[in-house]
């Protein structure tokens, strides 16, 4: 059984930063993709960015430029770095591990921005 657990979210004023963490424990499989994703408040789910075990980074046109996602392999972790948060940018954010079989989610972790 894989669990991720995330920390860091919270509360911060437009133009402002926050990170993100992800830590995965359990059986874990070295080829894997992971990544963060989004739930806005009415919306769907939405992909943020996601990183490969190589490190091969992709990320959602809105926070190019301003988000940058990163992995510890040897932790098992993923971090995602915000910078200049917008409003929009107001939602939970859940973590993910894909594996070739399965697709494992995190609990989430609210990020607020206030105007």
């Known amino acids: 059984q894989v669990q991720l657990v995330e920390s860091g979210g919270g509360l911060v004023q437009a133009g402002g930063s926050l990170r993100l963490s992800c830590a995965a424990s359990?059986?874990?499989?070295?080829?894997?993709?992971m990544g963060w994703y989004r739930r806005a408040p009415g919306k769907q789910r939405e992909l943020v960015a996601t990183?490969?075990?190589?490190?091969?980074?992709v990320y959602a046109d809105s926070v190019k430029g301003r988000f940058t996602i990163s992995r510890d392999n040897a932790k098992n972790s993923v971090y995602l770095q915000m910078n200049s948060l917008k409003p929009e940018d107001t939602a939970v954010y859940y973590c993910?591990?894909?594996?070739?079989?399965?697709?494992?989610w995190g609990q989430g972790t609210q990020v607020t921005v206030s105007s």
């Open positions: 993910n591990l894909l594996e070739t079989l399965y697709n494992y």
């Open positions: 359990g059986s874990i499989f070295s080829i894997n993709v």
């Open positions: 990183i490969t075990d190589s490190g091969r980074a």
